[in-house]
Every structure is written in structure tokens, then in C-alpha cells.
């Protein structure tokens, strides 16, 4: 009998898929440096005086490609004869291979899913992708020690590792969704950790844009005096772009306080440069600031870690408007500390050694970028948080429950206390008063709550402010006037009359309970329903005729009897 072992990195005991996906990290590692081989031989391929053969060229593209991954090169031709380090790592040049590593381990678990064979786990994927992609790293590695930059051996087996396996993993969690921890403080402090470096990064680039464009003579003058031959331009605008995600992460650190290194005891910060700075001529260096002292100017750069701050801790406190304000703090402060973190790892990838003696530091110091991202962070981002969660968690005044005291005086049978004072804001309130009803014995009236399903109920609402309720009280009354010819329903009304609804008696004006508030027969009462179509005055209507009076004097016939015509003794 043969007993199947299964394999702790694959669900469902065959190992084809591990050997696939070793192949999809090699096939990415592969094409990564495919890419920038075409781009090294072009230029060799265009340059007017090419140095060395096809295979130089092919040693440099290797050595450019492990630099893309954060290993240290060295100079053997330096005018001194001593090796000279290069470690300065284009940003955007890292770009290609990270995304290579990235889509090969998120496809990897994607394929495994959709199949009903077996599949990897989510460590599988990690360690079978990054083995075959280190496994062509090692021979690439051993094939630019013949040419003129060379890897440095220790940096190669550290960050060559590093980077592929935290490329690998991103593309896992991509796979998976991209979840985040069960814990809510901890997913909200992800997000305002992004947000806030995102923010930072931002503002570097436009800070650094405004330099540039600020020196851009000497910039031009720079890239002009590098090379005179087209494709020596084209190589130099490359290497440019490039190093524009550098540029950003300077412009941060600049904002941020600690400022850059241009050299061995050069330091440019925000309050100006110190010490004697060694400058390459290149374009993107011609625009550093110089000024000994800082102006306003440069200054305003510290807007960038403030805004940046303000952002991150507005996140997490809209977030927590039902936290205590520990837990509100805590998560504060934690996203500080991963942008702290994150600005560390960038800070570090962007600068490096340019060459041996005063060039040997060049870009932020890590650590001290990365400490000042924590203390903004803490200084500006949690007092935020807390400030945002206080203010979300603030009771609006149209929801207070009403004070003792503060009930807008209505008409009689309301139930409310007479003589209190209305409160101040919008009241609503429900009068019900008795209502005479036609149909019913003159002088009698039904009291709203057993008036029959025919007969309308007076429940006066009103959410006017101050004003508006006695306007609509005056409008309505005119109408309702007008619609009554002058005549109040009652014991001497004519049949058919329509009865004039009583007023509602009270102090309060426009608090719903003042006189002359509109009636609302139905609860979707609106005051906009009376009121007239056209703004116009009219002309009032005619006046009914006034009925005989049988008891008064005829003034046609003086001697005819008060009592009537008839003759009759009254």
C-alpha cells in the first residue's frame, strides 16, 4: 500500500504546484532583468564612443538590477584606484521587479484557488516564489563580479531576501483580499498609517517641485554640462526620472526637521544649510537649498508633517466617536508609529553612499526621519483624534431633551403650565382646544379627542422660528376669512356655513403656540399650503348684505308701527 504524505506547504499532497510556483519567481526575476538589459545594450547600442563590448554592457544591466533591489555596488574605477561604494537605489528603477515578485506570488494563489487540485498555503506561496526568484538573483549575482560594479556580498544577502520576500507577501495578501486585523483599533491605525504617508510623500514631491523649480538655471546648467551627445541627454534624463520618488522622500525628511545629509558634515534643514556640502554636478542636486540661513520659504516645508498629522489623527477620530478615549489615543498613536516606521524603510532606500570619503553619506539619516514622523505623529496627530472623537460625539441641540420650565404657554386643555417662558430654538407643540363641529346643537362643542371620524381636530404644529409663526398665523386667517365672508359659524349662522375654527389662545409667539397658528389637519401639515398663490395685494371681497331687522323703524313709512306693517298694536 502506499501512504501519500502530504506536505506541510501544499494543501493536497502533491508537490507539482511548489515546483510551478518556483517557476513563476524565477520566470519574474527573469523578465525584470530582461527589461533593463534592453534598456543598458540601447544605450550602449546609440552611444558615439561605446566602452567595452556586448558583455560589459550586459554586466552593468546585471549590476543595475541587483541595485534595484537595495545592494550596494562598488566602483573599481575610480581615479584614487580605491573601490568606491554606490548605494543610492533609484526608487522608481525598484519599482518593476517589486511588481514582477508581487503579480507572480498573487497569481500563484489565484491559480491554486480556482483549480479543485491542490493548492498552496499562503506560506507556500511566499517561500516557493521568492526560493526561484533568489535562485536567479544568486547567479546574476555571480555574474556582475566580472564587470565594473560589482556587488557588495553582505548587502546582497541581506536586503536581496528582505525585498523579494516583502514583495512576495503583499502579493499573498493581495490574493487573499487584503484583510486586515480582527481588531478594529488595529485596522483603523493601518489606514491612518497610509493616509498620513501618503500625505508625507505628497508634500515632499511638491516641495521638492517648488525647489527645482526655483533653481531651475542651475539645474539646466547642470544637466547641459554632462554631456553634449543626445543619447549621453537621454541616459541622463533617464537616470532623472528615476530618481524622482528619491526626491520626494528628501523633500519629507526635509519637511519633517531633520532635514538631509549632503556629505560628510553637511547637514540642510528647514533653518538652513550647515557645514560645506559636496555636490555632484547632476540636475536634480542643483536644486538642493544652499542659503546658509533659512528663510520663510523654507519653513513653509514644515506645513507638510503638520498636514500629514492632522489627516492621520482625523481619520482615526471619526472613527472612534463610540471609543473610550484611551483606545481613541492608543490607535493614535500606533499609526504614528507605523508612519514613523514606513518613513524609516523609505528614508533608508533613498539615500546611501555616493562614493568614499566626504560622499560616503548622502540622503536623510533613517532613524532620525523616522523619529520625527512618531513625534509629529504624537504631538499633532493624537490631540486630533481626540479632538474629532469629541466633536462627533457631541449632542445637537434639536435632540436635547427640553428643560423643566422652558414649555411655550398653548390654549386651555393643552395640559402645559401657563406663564413659562418659550424656550429659545425651534418648539413644537400640539394644542388641542374644543373644537364646535356642524351638525352638533348650537352652543355645544365636542371635544377633540371624541370628535367623530367626520369632524376635523385642531392640532396646531408648528417647527417655525421666531417670526414666522405669526406671519403664517396672519395668512392663514385672511384666507380663512375670505373663504367665511366675515361670518363666525354659530347659533345665528346660516345653514351650510362653514364654522369659523376658534383662535388658539397663548403668549408665545412664533413658538407654535402663539395666535393665529396655522391648524394642521393631518400630520404632513406644511404652513407653505396657505399661503396665497399670488404675492400681490387683492382688493378685500364685497361685504354680505346685512338680513332685515323686523324690529327696526322702516325710514320709508315714519308712521308705520316699530312692530311690523300689519297696523298691529306691538
Not at 519653513?299 to 500629514?308: E, F, I, Q, Y
Amino acid at each position: 500500500m502506499t501512504h501519500v504524505t502530504e506536505h506541510p506547504l501544499v494543501q493536497g499532497g502533491r508537490s507539482t504546484v511548489l515546483a510551478t510556483a518556483c517557476v513563476r519567481g524565477g520566470v519574474a526575476a527573469g523578465l525584470g532583468l530582461g527589461a533593463l538589459a534592453v534598456l543598458v545594450v540601447a544605450a550602449w547600442i546609440s552611444s558615439p564612443y561605446p566602452d567595452g563590448g556586448a558583455d560589459g554592457a550586459l554586466r552593468l544591466a546585471a549590476g543595475l538590477w541587483l541595485l534595484a533591489h537595495g545592494v550596494d555596488l562598488v566602483r573599481t574605477d575610480t581615479l584614487s584606484g580605491l573601490p568606491a561604494p554606490l548605494g543610492v537605489v533609484p526608487l522608481l528603477l525598484s519599482a518593476l521587479p517589486v511588481w514582477l515578485v508581487h503579480r507572480a506570488a498573487r497569481d500563484t494563489l489565484d491559480r491554486g484557488a480556482e483549480g479543485a487540485g491542490p493548492r498552496l498555503t499562503a506560506g507556500g506561496a511566499v517561500a516557493a516564489v521568492t526560493g526561484g526568484y533568489l535562485l536567479v538573483a544568486a547567479v546574476v549575482v555571480v555574474y556582475a563580479e566580472g564587470g565594473r560594479l560589482p556587488a557588495d556580498l553582505l548587502t546582497a544577502g541581506f536586503w536581496l531576501p528582505a525585498v523579494v520576500t516583502a514583495a512576495a507577501g503583499a502579493g499573498v495578501w493581495t490574493a487573499l483580499g487584503r484583510p486586515l486585523p480582527g481588531r478594529r483599533q488595529a485596522a483603523v491605525a493601518l489606514r491612518a498609517t497610509g493616509l498620513g504617508l501618503v500625505t508625507l510623500l505628497g508634500g515632499g514631491a511638491v516641495t521638492a517641485a517648488v525647489s527645482l523649480a526655483w533653481h531651475a538655471g542651475r539645474a539646466q546648467t547642470a544637466y547641459a554640462g554632462l554631456t553634449g551627445e543626445w543619447s549621453g541627454r537621454v541616459a541622463v534624463l533617464l537616470l532623472v526620472l528615476a530618481l524622482l520618488p528619491n526626491t520626494a522622500v528628501w523633500g519629507a525628511a526635509y519637511g519633517l526637521g531633520p532635514g538631509f545629509t549632503l556629505g560628510t558634515g553637511a547637514l540642510a534643514t528647514p533653518l538652513g544649510l550647515a557645514g560645506d556640502p559636496a555636490l555632484p554636478s547632476f540636475p536634480l542636486l542643483a536644486a538642493l537649498p544652499t542659503e546658509p540661513r533659512g528663510s520663510w520659504p523654507h519653513w513653509a516645508a514644515v506645513a507638510v508633517p503638520l498636514l500629514a498629522a492632522v489627516l492621520q489623527g482625523r481619520r482615526v477620530g471619526r472613527a472612534a466617536r463610540t471609543w473610550e478615549a484611551r483606545d481613541t489615543a492608543l490607535t493614535a498613536l500606533g499609526a504614528a508609529w507605523g508612519c514613523g516606521a514606513a518613513m524609516a524603510v523609505l528614508a533608508c532606500a533613498a539615500g546611501g553612499p555616493l562614493g568614499s570619503g566626504r560622499l560616503s553619506a548622502f540622503g536623510p539619516v533613517w532613524w532620525q526621519a523616522g523619529a520625527a514622523a512618531v513625534l509629529w505623529g504624537a504631538c499633532a496627530g493624537v490631540p486630533t483624534a481626540l479632538g474629532v472623537r469629541a466633536w462627533g460625539r457631541r449632542v445637537p441641540r434639536a435632540e436635547r431633551p427640553p428643560e423643566p420650565g422652558r414649555t411655550g404657554t398653548v390654549g386651555s386643555g393643552s395640559g402645559v403650565t401657563a406663564g413659562t417662558a418659550p424656550a429659545p430654538g425651534r418648539v413644537t407643540a400640539v394644542v388641542t382646544a374644543p373644537v364646535p363641529v356642524s351638525g352638533t346643537a348650537p352652543g355645544a362643542v365636542v371635544d377633540p379627542g371624541t370628535a367623530p371620524a367626520t369632524g376635523p381636530v385642531l392640532r396646531a404644529r408648528s417647527k417655525w422660528p421666531f417670526g414666522l409663526g405669526a406671519l403664517s398665523g396672519l395668512l392663514v386667517g385672511s384666507r380663512t376669512a375670505d373663504q367665511g365672508s366675515g361670518t363666525a359659524a354659530g347659533p345665528g349662522a346660516a345653514p351650510g356655513t362653514t364654522p369659523a375654527l376658534p383662535p388658539v389662545s397663548g403668549s408665545g409667539t412664533g413658538t407654535g403656540s402663539g395666535p393665529g397658528t396655522p391648524p394642521s389637519w393631518d400630520s404632513g401639515f406644511e404652513p407653505y399650503d396657505y399661503l396665497p398663490a399670488d404675492w400681490e395685494p387683492t382688493a378685500p371681497p364685497p361685504a354680505a348684505p346685512a338680513a332685515p331687522n323686523p324690529a327696526a323703524p322702516n325710514p320709508a313709512d315714519p308712521d308705520a308701527p316699530a312692530g311690523g306693517t300689519d297696523g298691529a298694536a306691538p
